[in-house]
């Protein structure tokens, strides 16, 4: 990987390369330079379609819409800005490759030359079989995603592009900060399509925290954030109906001080009533989620005035 500077001085680190484009798998962010110890993440973000893979689609338009978290990388990047965290945040769609899957977590019959011979699925993570593996391969509303079978070429180009050089990038990233904190958080920012309100007249559900039923970080800290959102009258659940998968349990290790939540948003709260642009909500959602990561940074770092962390957006 290379080094760029980024405009406002935070060291921004191109990574990956997805196969067919040329172009990264995803750029790391001012890790050096943050300003709290902790990393937010949008492994779904990613929208930079090589015109090979768009082809291959069945209807593209809807699929694509239906598979990203449409626009939670700018999000990310909005909420790093208020607070001085550092991003990561994901190009490659996906549709390519799902970084929140096992590498083993693939639907076999998508591959034109079968299961190998001893591969089996993964035991962290079955998706695969609902179609949403390491590559998806139905989506609701739209069925099946792909007109043709894939290669074990293709595949494991899309893990040796992709998959492996963000999640040794985000290992490396969090290792830092936890170096120069002594301790790290990994926030993994998702968005979701709207939930139900479970009774009338309650609320509807607009976070989700995952934290993998209390194992990939410290209880105090998932409590604080459904705390957080409970005082600013927000709908919140715990673990469900989003526990958190790959990424929470490759990289969370509290034993260790490396802490990973993941924060799943409700799409009505930053776009438009087609999930597909922006809407003018985009910017509150940006701020309240900017005092939720100064919250939780509080709560690993209890010696505040030690570390100079920001106090409001700046």
Not at 27 to 35: F, I, N, P, S, W
Not at 50 to 58: D, L, N, V
Not at 189 to 210: D, N
Request: proline content about 7%; some cysteine; hydrophobic content about 45%.
């Amino acid at each position: 990987m290379e080094a760029a500077a980024h405009s406002d001085s935070r060291e921004m680190i191109p990574g990956g390369m997805i196969p067919g484009s040329g172009v990264p798998a995803f750029t790391l962010l001012g890790v050096r330079q943050a300003k709290l110890p902790v990393l937010i993440a949008a492994p779904h973000g990613g929208r930079s379609y090589p015109a090979e893979i768009e082809s291959r689609m069945r209807n593209p338009g809807i699929a694509k819409l239906r598979l990203e978290d449409r626009l939670v990388d700018e999000l990310a990047t909005a909420v790093a800005d208020l607070t001085g965290a550092a991003t990561l945040v994901a190009h490659a769609p996906r549709a390519m490759l799902d970084l929140n899957r096992a590498p083993d977590d693939l639907d076999w019959s998508m591959l034109g030359e079968g299961r190998p011979t001893g591969q089996v699925h993964s035991s962290a993570n079955r998706r695969a079989r609902s179609g949403l593996g390491l590559v998806p391969r139905r989506v609701s509303g739209v069925g099946e995603i792909w007109t043709a079978s894939l290669s074990h070429a293709e595949v494991a180009d899309r893990i040796a592009g992709i998959h492996e050089p963000y999640h040794r990038a985000l290992s490396r990233a969090l290792g830092e900060i936890r170096k120069a904190w002594g301790v790290a958080l990994l926030i993994d920012l998702h968005s979701m399509p709207p939930l139900r309100a479970a009774h009338p007249g309650e609320r509807a559900t607009e976070f989700v925290i995952g934290d993998r039923f209390g194992v990939s970080c410290d209880d105090a800290l998932a409590s604080r954030a459904l705390q957080f959102l409970a005082k600013n009258e927000r709908g919140a659940a715990h673990n469900r109906p989003y526990a958190g998968g790959y990424v929470l349990d490759r990289h969370g290790s509290p034993p260790l001080a490396i802490h990973a939540l993941q924060l799943e948003v409700c799409r009505t709260l930053y776009l438009d009533a087609r999930f597909d642009g922006p809407s003018a909500r985009m910017p509150a959602l940006a701020r309240l989620v900017a005092e939720l990561v100064r919250a939780l940074a509080d709560e690993i770092l209890p010696d505040r005035g030690e570390h100079d962390l920001p106090l409001a957006a700046e």
